[in-house]
């Protein structure tokens, strides 16, 4: 079978990067001539897949799943501005029970497992920092060891656990407006003055409490979510710092929230999501602490295979499977056919597959059992081709 041109239409979320400036904006305005496109609206996501509240369609309107079959995954290109909401997502158990007991805010019973490879230098939080990082941080910083509260933090403090710091972070949860505000208030105060902040000239006399990426988090969540909470999670969350073609897989019941940058992910087909700050959108105390992982542990980096010109990642669960393309000039690549739905990216430059001219930002729908030859027309090509390893037969 032949390649399916594809037509995606952007998500206009608030986060996302303004007009030119946003990677949607910049590969839809080179690929489809039928969006009308404003540059001064943010543009934040491009969906590539099913998902029935923004499904790709044909050439002749019809969706995926209508002549092709279920596609077992959602892509995205995401170009985000501002903090996405701090968030986790449920493993499979436990969207099966959201669902049944709330399907307003749990409208489905999938987990939501993520991989994403950055394209720009991307910044995010990613699960809990090592137990002493923590410790150091309410040893030293007395705005965040008030607002968890004294009893909470002597007991993590002298005992480090995943139950100690679940309860640090319900009581930090839990935490008043008002006292939010005052001590957000004077937590920013004292870093604008340098009294939290890491030199990078460290003196004898001088005391580390901050390094440079972890004040850069917390200005940049102040700067656009003022007396929030998610202001302190830098404190107690891994800070991140991706660069172009690093992956990162994010599993169920990992407390997160990318900053800002640019990348392309691929996840599940889900809405389950259960917010802890950041977001104006409804905040699930109670579910979202029997969800999180409280406990500490590396990123999960994922580190590709390489195969020529293909960098080739696979997440640490089996279920993604992301072929990166960089075809070199008047040079050739194949792919074998397989037995799954694929989605087929174009990032940059013109390329041939299979003899078809792709430009760049075009999608298209690669039907099962159809295999592609790639060759590019310059030196500049790149291509995403995104499936799952699992048969979808």
């Not at 489809?32 to 923004?54: C, R, T, V």
């Not at 004294?150 to 005992?159: E, G, I, M, P, Y």
């Not at 991706?242 to 990348?263: E, V």
């Not at 590019?376 to 048969?391: C, F, R, W």
Request: proline share 6%; with cysteine.
């Amino acid at each position: 079978m032949s390649l399916v041109p594809l037509t995606c239409a952007p998500m206009n979320y608030k986060w996302g990067k303004i007009g030119t400036s946003s990677l949607v904006y910049q590969l839809l305005s080179k690929s489809q001539s039928n969006i009308k496109f404003q540059e001064s609206e943010p543009y934040s996501e491009l969906w590539m897949g099913d998902h029935p509240s923004a499904p790709s369609y044909t050439q002749e309107g019809q969706r995926i799943s209508d002549k092709y079959g279920n596609i077992h995954f959602l892509a995205k290109i995401l170009s985000i501005n501002t903090p996405l909401s701090l968030q986790c997502h449920p493993n499979k158990a436990q969207a099966e029970q959201l669902h049944s007991r709330n399907s307003q805010f749990y409208p489905d019973d999938n987990d939501k497992p993520e991989m994403g490879i950055f394209l720009t230098r991307t910044i995010l939080l990613y699960g809990f920092r090592q137990y002493s990082s923590i410790v150091h941080f309410l040893n030293n910083i007395s705005e965040f060891a008030e607002l968890c509260g004294r009893k909470q933090v002597d007991a993590f403090c002298s005992n480090p656990s995943s139950s100690t710091l679940k309860n640090l972070i319900t009581a930090l949860l839990h935490s008043s407006k008002s006292d939010i505000e005052r001590l957000s208030a004077s937590f920013l105060s004292r870093l604008s003055t340098s009294e939290y902040r890491q030199s990078h000239e460290l003196s004898e006399n001088s005391i580390y409490i901050l390094d440079s990426l972890t004040h850069e988090a917390i200005q940049h969540i102040s700067n656009h979510f003022p007396n929030d909470i998610g202001i302190f999670f830098p404190l107690i969350l891994n800070v991140l710092d991706g660069n172009y073609g690093d992956a990162l897989y994010i599993p169920p019941g990992t407390l997160h929230a990318y900053l800002k940058g640019d990348l392309f992910e691929i996840m599940n087909v889900s809405d389950n999501v259960l917010r802890a700050a950041m977001t104006p959108k409804h905040i699930d105390i109670e579910n979202l602490l029997k969800v999180v992982n409280f406990r500490s542990f590396s990123p999960l980096w994922v580190k590709p295979t390489q195969q020529g010109q293909t960098s080739i990642y696979c997440s640490p669960d089996k279920k993604f499977l992301i072929h990166f393309i960089n075809p070199d000039s008047n040079s050739k690549i194949a792919l074998p056919s397989q037995n799954r739905l694929s989605i087929l990216l174009n990032l940059s430059g013109q390329t041939y597959v299979n003899g078809k001219v792709i430009k760049q930002g075009s999608v298209h729908l690669i039907p099962k059992m159809t295999s592609l030859e790639i060759s590019s027309i310059n030196e500049k090509s790149v291509l995403i081709y995104a499936s799952s390893p699992l048969d979808e037969s």
